[in-house]
């Protein structure tokens, strides 16, 4: 049977990045994306051959282009994780940049309540 380490290494090989590998074998385990230090410490269990399965089916997806947030069916922005799907754009970390600079630019005494449009 496979180690959870080995699972990770093969995708790697196959170009994948580290932590998209991670948050995909997390999800396939049916963990929190936040669990990381979790398959360090049990990286020598052995992978189910039905996780290996949908582990595998995962990183055909991420490999093929299908962002990670879809696969995984969220996204931390700002603080907040978002449920995300193909019905949604993928939030990406240069926008709360964007989002940062903008709420600088309102007055102190002026409304927080922000609407974004063509998103």
């Given at each position: 049977?496979?180690?959870l ?21 997390l ?11 979790w ?6 269990d052995?992978?189910?051959p ?27 922005f ?42």
């Amino acid at each position: 049977m496979t180690s959870l380490t080995q699972a990770l290494s093969a995708a790697g090989a196959r170009g994948l990045e580290r932590l998209e590998t991670q948050m995909l074998l997390l999800h396939a385990l049916g963990r929190s994306p936040r669990e990381r230090a979790w398959l360090i410490a049990h990286g020598d269990d052995g992978l189910p051959p039905t996780v290996a399965a949908r582990f595998e089916a995962l990183c055909e997806r991420r490999l093929a282009g299908e962002p990670v947030a879809y696969l995984i069916g969220q996204k931390e922005f700002h603080g907040l994780t978002l449920q995300v799907d193909r019905r949604a754009l993928d939030p990406r970390p240069d926008t709360e940049t964007l989002v940062d600079w903008a709420l600088q630019l309102l007055p102190v005494d002026a409304s927080r309540d922000v609407l974004a449009l063509g998103t």
